[in-house]
Nanobody, 123 residues
Framework: QVQLVESGGGLVQAGGSLRLSCSAS????????MGWFRQAPGKEREFVAA????????SYTDSVKGRFTISRDNAKNTVYLQMNNLKLEEAAVYYC????????????????WGQGTQVTVSS
């Protein structure tokens, strides 16, 4: 069992930056690939970024490449999402999720989810 708690959301102007954190309980964090997803009002939840259990492999949705960076610290049981040059349309609730095995871009193949953290982007 893994419990995930996101933090770091808030209000930021377009073009600004935020760093989200996701802290995990338990001693098996390093076994899980981790992903970040987001859901804007009235839209489906979408994949943002993922990182392998070791941290050696990362993947991103095309729209955030070059602006967002996912990383993890297995000693601290934490995964991060550094978001730079945020756009208005990226306002959403951001969720982290943990996966033992599967397609990291597919939300249905994740085993555990956090409650989400709100990111608001103003003009």
């Amino acid at each position: 069992q893994v419990q995930l708690v996101e933090s770091g959301g808030g209000l930021v102007q377009a073009g600004g930056s935020l760093r989200l954190s996701c802290s995990a309980s338990g001693r098996t964090f390093s076994r899980y690939a981790m992903g970040w997803f987001r859901q804007a009002p009235g839209k489906e939840r979408e994949f943002v970024a993922a990182i392998s259990a070791s941290g050696g492999t990362t993947s991103y949705t095309d729209s955030v490449k070059g602006r967002f960076t996912i990383s993890r610290d297995n000693a601290k049981n934490t995964v991060y999402l550094q978001m730079n040059n945020l756009k208005l349309e990226e306002a959403a609730v951001y969720y982290c999720a943990a996966q033992i095995y599967g397609n990291r871009r597919n939300e249905y193949e994740y085993d555990y989810w956090g409650q989400g953290t709100q990111v608001t982007v103003s003009s």
